[in-house]
């Protein structure tokens, strides 16, 4: 994507994005988004403790625990990630980025509490919004979707208020 190196232009990722989004609702008829991958991915995890407690959820009488397109898709931004941060030299594994510890310092379960923390949050908050970034960043704003739209406001808001917050 970049032959100089660095991180990719974001000009063309943003127009494969838009290039994925449109042969996901010609292909699939569905809108791209992950929120519910997860939602799935909890059902089966739901499954392996107590199968007739997770078919009681009303949930999961609409939407049946299984391997589909979007589960697919959320490893797919896994290891789109992997690429693009190693193919632009970018990779680090550390557990602890210098960033963090700058600003809270060098423990590694804070790190992950926080971490775990804001998972949780975000997926509480994409269930509660009816769908995730993706879903309402790139699908539902390609719709025209008023309620996209004002999802992705508050998600720019949030996200320099957080900026703000911890590198400000």
Not at 90 to 97: H, S, T
């Amino acid at each position: 994507m970049n032959p100089a190196g660095g991180a990719w232009n974001p000009y063309l990722v943003g127009a494969l994005i838009g290039i994925l989004s449109m042969a996901t609702f010609y292909f699939s008829n569905k809108p791209l988004g992950v929120s519910t991958a997860y939602a799935r991915l909890a059902g089966l995890l739901g499954y392996l403790v107590s199968k007739p407690h997770t078919d009681s959820l009303k949930f999961f009488q609409d939407k049946t625990p299984k391997v589909e397109w979007e589960v697919m898709l959320t490893f797919g931004i896994v290891g789109g990630a992997w690429l693009a941060a190693v193919s632009g030299g970018e990779f680090q594994a550390v557990l602890v980025p210098p960033m963090w510890a700058e600003q809270f310092g060098a423990s590694p379960a804070l790190r992950l509490g926080a971490a775990f923390a804001g998972g949780m949050i975000m997926a509480f908050g994409a269930r509660l919004a009816g769908g995730c970034t993706s879903g309402h960043g790139i699908s539902g704003a390609l719709q025209l979707s008023v309620g996209s739209w004002i999802a992705l406001a508050t998600f720019f808001i949030g996200g320099v208020a957080t900026a703000a917050v911890m590198y400000g």
